[in-house]
């Protein structure tokens, strides 16, 4: 749209060729002093994040203010989660995911080859790598507002026998059109300058990405919001 294709002119990469990141890693090793501020930031949020960290577990618990008995985060559970919190946070991860491959895949990067997460078969690790950033602050962030705000609520979910929790039909419904809004929500990007939806920000950190990846930055600007 006309927000992307200004950001695109703001950066001057509509010009210049197009970088993809290889499987011979030929660009990748070429480009690891640029993009050690990526790296530096996203093992702080891979050390602060760790699924199997008591830490994260206690201060996202302790955030959530609203029907405790209900929605609790007590460790981290996926295929399947096991509590109704696991099941937005997986949820809520899988859709930032997609964003941030889509974005990877628009400049012209593969977001199958990544930095830091491993490669292997079906995994867009690139894409995992940028959505390290953005994870707190456009994901966790995210679910705690519907819990908080009870704008979702525990008859939305769907117990299996298995012991799986599961948004149901309509909980899924809520969640997506919630999430919508939410990237029509606009901030000043603290890089940039500019004030631009909250959808876009994966855009515009794949953008800077791509602009370090071809010399023209001289190191890549993580998104650090507060």
């Known amino acids: ?25 030929s660009v990748v090793v070429r480009s690891l002093p640029l993009i050690l501020p990526l790296a530096a930031l ?5 050390v602060m994040a760790w699924p199997k960290m008591d830490s994260f577990f206690f201060f996202f618990d302790y955030m959530i ?20 919190v696991n099941a937005m946070l997986s949820f809520a991860y899988s859709l930032l995911a997609h ?4 974005a990877l895949e628009s400049v012209g990067l593969d977001s199958y080859v990544g930095f830091l997460h491993r490669d292997r078969p079906g995994r867009q690790s690139l894409a995992l790598d940028l959505m390290e950033e953005l994870r707190p602050c456009m994901a966790d962030r995210f679910v705690l507002t519907l819990v908080n705000n009870r704008m979702l609520r525990p008859e939305d979910f769907q ?13 899924r419904r809520k969640f997506l059109k919630t999430w919508q809004e939410r990237k029509q929500d606009t901030l000043t990007h603290p890089y940039l300058g500019e004030k631009l939806s909250w959808g876009m920000i994966p855009y515009v950190q794949a953008l800077l990405l791509a602009r370090c990846l071809r010399g023209d930055l001289d190191g890549y600007p993580p998104f650090l919001w507060k």
């Open 1 to 25: 749209g006309q927000e992307r294709d200004n950001l695109t002119r703001l950066l001057n990469l509509g010009r210049g060729r197009r970088v993809r990141v290889n499987r011979r890693y």
């Open 42 to 46: 996203a093992i702080v949020a891979i």
């Open 65 to 84: 203010v609203s029907r405790k008995e209900a929605f609790f985060l007590h460790g981290r559970s996926r295929r399947p989660p096991l509590d109704r």
């Open 159 to 171: 117990m299996q026998d298995s012991g799986a929790v599961l948004l149901s039909d309509d909980g």
């Open 99 to 102: 964003d941030c491959a889509s």
